[in-house]
């Protein structure tokens, strides 16, 4: 026969939210709780006190438990320990991490299935009372696991599919666009872009969470949504505020390459971003037009690197429309150069590309030819006089400058 101490549950609830819970199960014990998944990162935690230790403040900080902490953990067998029982595991403190005494214990689907953890900072002589009482908050804490994870999957499909409406154009009235964003709790109003940053290979879930971390932490611009699509990681944000939007947005892009990049070691890391948009009927715009800056920044590796965003692009934005309409026009002047160098085995041809690309700037168009200006001056009157062009004419170089451009994309 059980008696009334040993059938009292604190923990029946219910409970609206996980936080709600570990607040709960501080209350009980009268200390600090984290409720974590099983790859330590934190689902909820207590409120606290001021006295709570570094690694307490530190895991908060980074929605996960610090690697030294997990490292340390492991080494003293503490880990091993949590996998192989149900019953709560008492950790001595380790000063050398932060981290002060713990009492933890694991949270199980079944003997198989591994949920999570509650850690409880527990800075006495622990009882046996106490030690069942996290054994029932561990009952309880698996309950609410299982139905966030339902809820999660349900709600993450649901927020997926109406992402991909917004981009493929599904939506042709912003009435039925702000209907299903109020149910995902998502604010598409105000001006927003797509911004797209691709990999060379595909995109695990894993670095898909560091990105959206390093996106929230950095408080560069506001993660509206992000979506995985292969080596694509596709997002929808808002600027911070409303000076210089457009700015903020190549900016945000163009640290998070940088920042991104030197992190994992990767040099083929490319970002793109679409124009900004006050409705989201044009978020389909603003996804176009990012990918048109990818495609645009592997066809034209050299002379667009800097640029990031679609308003930056210039002439490139029509590119491919001005390729189809002259896809069968030949340059006169662009064949003259061709034949000369042909025959001769120079580089006239080269060398007006790079002028044209340094806009006539003689001595920067050297610099990139690696030729001294004299010889840069020799050479252009020469392409002058071989196909008969006026270089000062600036309605024969813009021409000239979008044949070469198109010539390339033939190429």
Not at 141 to 161: A, M, T, Y
Not at 218 to 239: A, F, G, K, M
Request: net charge negative.
């Amino acid at each position: 026969m059980h008696t009334d101490q040993e059938s009292h549950n604190p923990f029946q609830g219910p409970f609206r939210t996980l936080e709600d819970l570990a607040d709960c199960i501080r209350e009980n014990l009268g200390c600090p709780v984290t409720i974590e998944d099983s790859d330590h990162r934190i689902l909820a935690y207590s409120s606290h006190d001021e006295n709570v230790d570094p690694a307490r403040i530190a895991t908060i900080m980074k929605r996960k438990v610090p690697e030294e902490v997990i490292k340390s953990l492991w080494k003293k067998g503490i880990i091993p320990q949590l996998f192989e029982s149900d019953d709560p595991v008492i950790i001595p403190a380790i000063p050398e991490v932060g981290l002060g005494q713990r009492v933890a214990i694991s949270v199980r689907k079944n003997e198989e299935q591994l949920l999570g953890f509650i850690w409880a900072q527990l800075n006495w002589e622990v009882t046996k009372e106490e030690l069942a009482l996290l054994k029932k908050a561990a009952k309880v804490v698996k309950n609410q696991i299982l139905k966030l994870d339902i809820k999660k999957r349900h709600s993450e499909e649901g927020h997926r599919e109406f992402f991909w409406k917004l981009l493929t154009g599904h939506y042709t009235k912003e009435e039925h666009i702000q209907q299903q964003a109020s149910m995902y709790q998502l604010k598409v109003k105000g001006e927003m872009a797509i911004v797209i940053f691709e990999f060379s290979e595909e995109i695990q879930q894993s670095l898909e969470r560091h990105m959206n971390y390093y996106i929230q932490a950095s408080h560069q611009i506001e993660l509206i949504y992000s979506t995985l699509d292969q080596n694509q990681l596709i997002l929808l944000v808002r600027p911070q505020d409303q000076l210089n939007t457009a700015e903020q947005l190549t900016s945000f892009v163009q640290v998070f390459v940088e920042k991104i990049s030197n992190r994992l070691g990767v040099d083929t890391l490319k970002g793109g971003a679409g124009a900004l948009y006050q409705t989201p009927l044009s978020i389909k715009d603003s996804y176009r037009e990012a990918l048109h800056v990818l495609s645009i920044k592997e066809r034209f590796k050299g002379e667009v690197t800097g640029i990031y965003s679609y308003q930056d692009l210039g002439i490139y934005q029509f590119i491919d429309l001005l390729c189809q309409e002259r896809q069968h026009y030949q340059n006169p002047y662009i064949e003259k150069l061709k034949q000369y160098d042909t025959i001769h085995h120079t580089q006239l041809l080269e060398t007006l590309d790079a002028y044209l690309q340094q806009d006539s700037n003689v001595k920067a168009a050297a610099h990139a030819l690696h030729v001294h200006t004299n010889t840069l001056n020799y050479r252009l009157k020469r392409i002058a006089d071989v196909a008969n062009l006026d270089l000062k004419n600036a309605n024969q170089k813009v021409t000239l400058f979008l044949d070469l451009k198109i010539e390339q994309m033939k190429s």
